[in-house]
């Protein structure tokens, strides 16, 4: 559990960062519609499955460019 809470929560954080959880449950819903078309013969909206991809792709870019932003450090 505590490596999922390390994951979502940015470096040196104790919170989980809720762009980080919003980016991760988008994933599963995109994963699971994926598979629900895959396997079970369930059709998707592909407008509602683009959305969510680009939702996912942006939380995505987001998080990975806080890794490339300095942070003014308060002394």
Do not use: C, H, W
């Amino acid at each position: 559990m505590s490596f999922i809470v390390k994951m979502l929560s940015g470096e040196g954080e104790q919170n989980p960062s809720t762009k980080r959880v919003i980016t991760l449950l988008a994933f599963l819903l995109l994963a699971t519609g994926f598979v629900a078309e895959m396997f079970f013969e369930r059709k998707v909206n592909p407008t509602t499955y683009e959305y969510m991809m680009y939702i996912v792709l942006g939380g995505l870019g987001f998080t990975a460019s806080e890794k490339f932003v300095k942070k003014d450090e308060k002394k």
